[in-house]
């Protein structure tokens, strides 16, 4: 059997950097990354971004250069999805039943696009965007001379895509079952302000609407029936719904999870000498009053990469980073800093209408998040007053004329 020093199971944000993290904190010990996709680590925001829209090409979207990882002597096993593991034993299996053996495991595997399930969710046609396949079937789809794309799922990576799809000229249904955009992610103030965008640009909104089935002729995709009847024509679809955390095999194992995989503030889980990293790990966070959640984004996978590697080097410095997240739709540039997870109060800064402005959330007074629209200045001001856990003056947040970093 094969043995690695270190074994990182998922070769996305968390995977590579935790390889990185460990070449730079010193580790010159065998570092094997085992990963199911083909593609050596490449970046996941483009995909409903620059890469749909054809303003990126691949070979720009990879984390870093293909040679890299043979440079630092890291051993990328691509293909091979872990289908299982022996944590007593250390020992994981890949899917050609071959296995190999560990000193230290980081599990970063992310989660897998939730799927609708509903008549019709399997019909040809219908895609999710959660990796360059799916991102590269959307745009086949479109070569092939879709014209009407319905968008399942008000969130960013269907408003995202919604975007890109609109300046590729093509009509666009978004299907909401929640009375608003974003919903789960943010507040009223936000919300309102890229409903009108989207709008504005000629999007369909459909809010509070439930999904009857897919409708198909011949395999493929048709439309859209919606609860109540009416049909939606559809070349396309595109389902932006969530993911469910890939962790079957390190559940099946005996790490405790129930949401993702548990994992404390060194990104250990319950497991001896397994660790797990990104979106898949639930962890307490101090940026929302120690609640137990599980964050998706690029900034937390990649330091919790960061914390594990350097835990397993010795350096035990507990995860407490800075949260921060950015979307990008038409010519909008949204930086969200902090979590709103909780938020009592909103304030909003600026004139949404000029589209500069910022939405504030605080809670009990405190400034916990900012999502700022066109706004950097704010956003790299706004986030020292998180930091800070500064409780302003609620007429200065909202006054453009009185500096964010004039109220620390
Ligand atoms: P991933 O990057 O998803 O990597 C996990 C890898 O593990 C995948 O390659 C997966 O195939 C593999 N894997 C899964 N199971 C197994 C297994 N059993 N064996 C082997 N390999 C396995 N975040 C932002 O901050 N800003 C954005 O603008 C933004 N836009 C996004 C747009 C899209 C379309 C998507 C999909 C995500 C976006 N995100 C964005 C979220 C961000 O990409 C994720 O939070 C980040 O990729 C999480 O990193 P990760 O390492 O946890 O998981």
């Known amino acids: 059997m094969d043995h690695s020093d270190i074994i990182i199971v998922g070769t996305g944000h968390g995977g590579a950097h935790a390889a990185i993290a460990l070449r730079q904190n010193g580790h010159e010990g065998s570092i094997t990354m ?33 040679a890299f990882w043979a440079d630092k002597n890291i051993d990328l096993r ?69 014209q009407t794309a319905v968008i399942i799922g008000g969130g960013y990576v269907g408003l995202e895509a919604a975007a890109v799809l609109r300046k590729l000229g093509r009509a ?49 995709v048709t439309g859209v029936v919606l609860a109540g009847g009416e049909i939606i024509t559809a ?5 932006g719904i969530g993911i469910i955390p890939s962790v079957g095999p390190l559940i099946a194992a005996g790490a405790s999870g129930a949401n993702g995989v548990d994992v404390d503030e060194l990104c250990r889980t319950t497991l001896e000498d397994v660790y797990a990293i990104g979106d898949c790990a639930a962890h307490a966070s101090d940026f929302a009053d120690g609640a137990v959640i599980r964050v998706e984004s690029v900034q937390n996978a990649n330091d919790m990469a960061t914390t594990t590697a350097r835990s397993i080097m010795g350096d035990k410095q507990p ?16 930086q969200t800093a902090g979590l709103s997870i909780g938020y009592d109060e909103t304030i909003v800064r600026g004139d949404p209408a000029e589209r500069k402005f910022s939405v504030i959330y605080l809670k009990e007074g405190r400034i916990i998040a900012l999502d700022c629209v066109n706004n950097t200045r704010d956003y790299v001001q706004g986030r020292k007053l998180i930091e800070a856990h500064a409780v302003p003056d609620r007429a200065a947040l909202a006054d453009t004329d009185i500096m964010l970093k004039s109220l620390l």
């Open 34 to 66: 085992i990963g199911r996709e083909r593609d050596a680590p490449y970046e996941r925001p483009p995909l409903s971004k620059e890469y749909l829209a054809r303003e990126k090409p691949f070979e720009r979207i990879h984390i870093r250069p293909p």
């Open 78 to 146: 691509l293909g091979h999805p872990v289908v299982e593991m022996d944590a007593l034993r250390k020992v994981v299996t890949l899917g050609d039943d071959s296995q190999m053996s560990y000193r230290k495991l980081v599990w970063a595997t992310g989660g897998d696009a939730r799927r609708l399930s509903c008549p019709g969710d399997d019909l040809d046609g219908v895609f999710t965007v959660r990796n360059r396949a799916d991102a590269d079937r959307i745009m086949a789809s479109l070569d092939a001379g879709a």
């Open 172 to 220: 666009v249904t978004v299907i909401e079952t929640q009375p608003r955009l974003l919903a789960r992610v943010a507040g009223e103030d936000l919300s309102a302000f890229y409903h009108d965008e989207h709008r504005a640009h000629g999007v369909d909104l459909r809010l509070a609407t439930n999904i009857e089935s897919i409708a198909g002729e011949d395999g493929q």
């Open 235 to 239: 070349d396309l679809v595109i389902v």
């Open 319 to 334: 995860y407490r980073a800075f949260p921060w997240f950015w979307s990008n739709q038409y010519d909008l540039k949204l």
